[in-house]
Nanobody
């Protein structure tokens, strides 16, 4: 079984910065797309940022220019650097991996981290 483990949430003042981390519990796996989603109270979960194995990134319009997604080159860890945080960024953030392979075998699909709360007070 593959688990995604997150860390890094917390309380930060407006304009501050925070970095979230996500890792996979097993070695020798391949992940082709790594994402960060968030869900604010009373709202639907939304995609925040995506990075592919090749390093191509995409961002939600609401975070473009403020958030940066990155990944480790050799192990399955990825990160979300959040700068200039705003109260509207308050949400539970989830890392996500679409497909996880061991060699040529697909061993997990649609895997989620446990979520980490980011609070930016107004």
């Amino acid at each position: 079984q593959v688990q995604l483990v997150e860390s890094g949430g917390g309380l930060v003042q407006p304009g501050g910065s925070l970095t979230l981390s996500c890792g996979i519990s097993r070695d020798s796996l391949s992940v082709y797309t790594m994402d960060w989603y968030r869900q604010a109270p009373g709202k639907e979960r939304e995609l925040v940022a995506k990075i592919t194995k090749s390093g191509r990134t995409t961002y939600a319009d609401s975070v473009q220019g403020r958030f940066t997604i990155s990944k480790h080159d050799t192990i399955n860890w990825w990160y979300l650097r959040m700068d200039n945080l705003k109260p509207e960024d308050t949400a539970t953030y989830y890392c996500h991996a679409d497909e996880i392979y061991y060699g040529a075998s697909l061993i997990a699909s649609d895997s989620w981290g446990q979520g980490t709360l980011v609070t930016v007070p107004s």
